[in-house]
């Protein structure tokens, strides 16, 4: 036992299980401190490994960023915060605040609803003819190109939207660090560079493969940004638990290998964590047993393995695109078990990453 002035322990939410935090902290720094320095290597091999290893680590700093969105880790929100922007300088969403990444997601659960304010799709489809056929060829070959331009907006949009203006001095400074951190990686090593691009692109698109079937969530589009967003969705629907609950997906990464959904840190347990959303990530496989059974199959709550998706995933790469409707999912009768190939017309949603605060 620690000395109480040496117990960190002590700033957790929950002590039962702590350790399972200090692990994953320590994975996520030196998977991408590791990760990083093997890019330079001139063994092949280990480029490799070490381009998944720091893909691993991107993925983890990310749902850590949503773990202290959520203040699920540390009992006070200076210390999640401290945290949370720790995570986003490693995952490079620093360019958005961690307050504004944490409104921004806080209204996806308040709200039971998507808040965006700046619509992809309607992008996308606006585009001149050339460079839609560019973003979309690039969706075809795999290349989170949606993605990647979402990214580019939270740096570009303060220095486009009047209202934005007074991030530009934070933002410029960002930007000034990472570009020498940047182009002093491409100096010494252009491979490594491109690997490092290559894991980036690979995390964005772990991340938008989870997040496109999670939910069927109605999007909403303000002129707003950051902090204090006020909607108005009096819409005639009524968005309560029971919606919240129905519209929301358990695609888990295996449901006979509960371990494989820690490549996610456990964030496809979804509707175990809309349920109680500050239930930390470690606990959420014994929350979903306790909620929903542990068959797996309750009743009010659709499991839906990753495996299943895969299909839909590549067949509706472009569709995503420029759609407003998610698709639909078919059902067994009388439960919410996927029938043989249900989950292929699941068209899922773009351009609802909790790392873009846009």
């Known amino acids: 036992m620690l000395p109480t002035s040496l117990n960190i ?8 299980g702590v350790w399972a935090h200090h ?14 320095w093997g890019l330079f290597s001139v063994s092949w091999w280990l480029n490799f490994f070490s381009v998944l290893l720091l893909t691993q680590g991107l993925i983890i700093s990310a749902y850590l960023l949503h773990e202290f969105s959520h203040r699920s880790i540390f009992k006070s929100a200076a210390i ?25 997601h806080m209204h996806h659960h308040v709200d039971r609803a998507d808040v965006i304010s700046f619509d992809i799709r309607h992008f996308i489809t606006s585009l001149p003819r050339p460079l839609n056929l560019l973003v979309k060829s690039l969706e075809w070959a ?6 990647i331009i979402m990214h580019v907006l939270v740096v570009v949009m303060p220095f486009i ?8 001095p934070r933002l410029m400074a960002i930007i000034f ?6 182009g002093l990686m491409a100096w ?12 980036y ?30 909607l108005n969705l009096d819409d005639g629907k009524l968005r309560d638990r029971s919606y919240e609950q129905s519209n929301t997906y358990s695609n888990l990464t295996s449901v006979s290998h509960p371990w494989l959904n820690l490549m996610f840190l456990n964030f496809p347990y979804h509707n175990a964590h809309h349920q109680k959303p500050v239930v930390a990530w470690n606990q959420l496989p014994q929350l979903h047993a306790k909620l929903y059974g542990k068959n797996n199959a309750p009743a009010d709550v659709a499991i839906i393995p990753m495996l299943t998706l895969l299909k839909s995933y590549h067949r509706h790469r472009l569709t995503r695109l420029e759609s407003d409707d998610y698709g639909s999912l078919t059902f067994k009768p009388d439960s919410k078990q996927l029938s043989l190939g249900g989950a292929d017309q699941f068209i899922g949603a773009v351009g609802v990453s909790f790392l873009t605060a846009i």
């Open 142 to 147: 795999y290349i989170p190109a949606a993605e």
């Open 80 to 104: 999640n915060r401290r945290w949370g922007t720790a995570m986003t300088w490693i995952n490079g969403s620093c360019y958005s605040t961690f307050d504004e990444i944490r409104d921004k």
């Open 9 to 16: 322990n002590k700033y957790f939410q929950q002590t039962e």
């Open 188 to 199: 010494i090593s252009i491979k490594a560079w491109l690997l490092y691009m290559l894991s």
């Open 161 to 168: 939207t009047p209202a934005w203006h007074l991030k530009r």
């Open 177 to 182: 660090v990472r570009t020498i951190l940047l």
């Open 201 to 230: 692109c690979l995390m964005l698109t772990a991340l938008r493969f989870a997040d496109a079937y999670q939910h069927t969530y109605d999007v909403f589009v303000t002129l707003d940004s950051g902090t204090n967003i006020k």
């Open 23 to 36: 692990a994953v902290f320590a994975f996520t720094f030196i998977a991408y401190a590791v990760g990083v």
